[in-house]
């Protein structure tokens, strides 16, 4: 049998892609796609490296193993939940063997993997996730989106749930405001200068000692089941783009606790 290296190079990639992007969506973790690839490429490179000749121990189980927990390394290394996404990829890659083995038994294609058998079922697993995905946020109310945030030069990225029942707006302009998890927004402040969760549960004197600091920050009122009245610490960002529409400048308030169950979105944002 032929081997074509390249081949098994690009096949391995992209499927390593997908795999990576679905454990990531189905996690709600915030990705960098730039990351993802680097982790996908690394899958092609020791799916390829396995056929030449001196390199036949990379096939040893542990060399198995290290090549995926490489992966997600190299694509979620800094996460908080690298294990939750990590046991996410691999649920995911299982679930993705057993589409292959399936479309094989459905077409009675050959036992050996061809590049179109496997692309049609990472395509198709892929697919699939994605639905499932979108499905279930649809269940809680909304939608799922990815967010980009900017501030003074920095910017980072989050998974946001846009509720048609989230009706907190500015007062003083009455766009929409953004709730989302303090912890979340490290990257867009100085290192250091992101408010803590404690210091975030009295938003009063965490604004106190950023008076004179920038104008930029305030306290907003809000109400919510529960909770008759209370304060968020709020930072107007420069630029906030939900999905593919542009917010411009909003507020966004920072929670001192997750603002979903499982973890699947970071952010709330009305409609």
Not at 51 to 61: D, I, K, Q, S, V
Not at 92 to 102: E, I, K, M, Q, R
Not at 240 to 261: F, K, R
Request: glycine letters at 10%.
């Amino acid at each position: 049998m032929t081997v074509y290296i390249d081949e098994v190079f690009l096949l391995n990639a992209i499927v390593d892609y997908l795999l990576l992007l679905s454990a990531a969506k189905l996690a709600g973790e915030p990705f960098r796609r730039l990351r993802l690839a680097l982790g996908a490429v690394l899958g092609g490179l020791y799916a390829a490296a396995v056929f030449f000749p001196g390199l036949e121990f990379l096939a040893h189980p542990l060399c198995k193993l290290a090549a995926p927990v490489g992966m997600t390394l190299l694509a979620f290394g800094s996460s908080r939940r690298l294990l939750r996404v990590s046991l996410t990829f691999w649920g995911v890659s299982a679930a993705f063997g057993g589409g292959v083995l399936a479309l094989q038994l459905f077409l009675g294609a050959p036992a050996v993997l061809d590049l179109k058998t496997t692309l049609l079922a990472a395509a198709g697993c892929y697919l699939f996730l994605t639905l499932l995905f979108r499905r279930s946020a649809r269940h809680t109310g909304g939608e799922l989106a990815p967010v980009r945030l900017e501030l003074e030069g920095r910017a980072c990225r989050i998974t946001a749930l846009v509720d048609t029942g989230n009706t907190l707006t500015d007062p003083a302009t009455g766009k929409a405001v953004m709730v989302a998890e303090g912890e979340k927004l490290r990257d867009l402040f100085p290192a250091g200068e992101c408010p803590a969760p404690a210091e975030l549960q009295d938003p009063a004197a965490a604004l106190e000692r950023r008076k004179g600091e920038s104008r930029r920050w305030r306290l907003l009122p809000y109400r919510a089941v529960g909770v008759p009245w209370a304060l968020l610490l709020a930072v107007k960002v420069d630029r906030a783009q939900v999905g593919g529409e542009d917010y411009g400048p909003i507020l966004v308030a920072l929670s001192p606790t997750p603002v979903s169950d499982g973890g699947g979105y970071s952010a709330l944002i009305g409609a």
